[in-house]
């Protein structure tokens, strides 16, 4: 596991907590208590735009970032805006309140005179170790990570 250093920011509910970078990175998510083990190793997210290279959300020169809280809410906005191609991404995330869901929203919106081509790219990783081998599958607009105790889902629907 790579190091993990402070938290900016920190969702849940009384049974998930999860925690953030100031740049909206996801860091840790614990379940069905913060007493209990992280399960990501890391979830990194990257648009490409028309032919570019991927450009990570959370990691590139060109994003400038804002981060704030809905009032009185769990809900964590981070604004990313990446001042080369004038794309506004807004990652929205929060745990339900009732459910023990985490949900990740990307609004993507083009603020340039051209028209982007723009693909999200979604790289996650769970912990493992020598017990407890991690497997995945990859299904139609998202993929399946499983371990012998727990599983992760992330899906996709393009509104």
């Known amino acids: 596991m790579k190091n993990k250093y402070l938290n900016e920011a920190i969702i849940g509910n009384k049974n998930i907590i999860t925690t953030f970078?100031?740049?909206?990175?996801?860091?840790?998510?614990?379940?069905?208590?913060?007493?209990?083990?992280?399960?990501?190793?890391?979830?990194?997210?990257?648009?490409?735009?028309?032919?570019?290279?991927?450009?990570?959300?959370?990691?590139?020169?060109?994003?400038?970032?804002?981060?704030?809280?809905?009032?009185?809410?769990?809900?964590?906005?981070?604004?990313?805006?990446?001042?080369?191609?004038?794309?506004?991404?807004?990652?929205?995330?929060?745990v339900l309140i009732k459910e023990d869901v985490l949900v990740k929203r990307y609004t993507f919106l083009n603020e340039s005179k051209i028209d982007l081509d723009i693909n999200f790219y979604i790289h996650s990783e769970l912990l493992d170790d020598i017990n407890n081998v991690v497997g995945s599958k990859v299904i139609n607009n998202g993929m399946i990570q499983y371990a012998h105790d727990y599983m992760v889902a992330t899906c996709a629907k393009r509104i």
């Open 21 to 94: 970078t100031e740049k909206g990175e996801m860091q840790r998510i614990y379940f069905p208590s913060k007493d209990n083990r992280q399960y990501i190793n890391f979830f990194h997210t990257g648009v490409k735009v028309n032919q570019s290279d991927l450009i990570y959300m959370h990691n590139d020169i060109n994003n400038v970032y804002k981060q704030y809280y809905d009032t009185d809410t769990n809900v964590l906005n981070t604004e990313i805006i990446n001042t080369y191609f004038n794309l506004k991404v807004i990652q929205t995330d929060y």
